[in-house]
Nanobody, 128 residues
Framework: QAQLVESGGGLVQPGESLKLSCAVS????????IGWFRQVPGKEREGVSC????????YYADSVKGRATISRDTAANTVYLQMDSLKPEDTAVYYC?????????????????????WGRGTQVTVAS
């Protein structure tokens, strides 16, 4: 059974940076795509970024393109989301998700419905 645990959230001022981590257990990270999503109360969960399993290709939502970098450490079985130049509109609970079996070699899916395993989230608040 997969377990995903996010960390690294917090309260920061506009323009500052945060690095979110997603520690994965129960599955080998390099076999499955991983996505980062965020959600604000009353709104739908929004895809932020994802990284594919086979070649590590990445996707970024337009809202974070140029400010976010997704990466993975297969030895540590951990995925990271570096967020720079944070804006108040980035305030949300950030979740990581793993697509799960069978082993996936294609591009990472952008839809939350494609992911079967989720962490509990980490709060990011951007305010002055």
């Amino acid at each position: 059974q997969a377990q995903l645990v996010e960390s690294g959230g917090g309260l920061v001022q506009p323009g500052e940076s945060l690095k979110l981590s997603c520690a994965v257990s129960g599955f080998t990270l390099s076999n499955y795509p991983i996505g980062w999503f965020r959600q604000v109360p009353g709104k739908e969960r929004e895809g932020v970024s994802c990284i594919s399993s086979f070649d590590g290709s990445t996707y970024y939502a337009d809202s974070v393109k140029g400010r976010a970098t997704i990466s993975r450490d297969t030895a540590a079985n951990t995925v990271y989301l570096q967020m720079d130049s944070l804006k108040p509109e980035d305030t949300a609970v950030y979740y990581c998700a793993l697509q799960g079996p069978p082993i996936r070699l294609g591009a990472c899916p952008r839809s939350a419905s494609a992911y079967g395993y989720w962490g509990r989230g980490t709060q990011v608040t951007v305010a002055s």
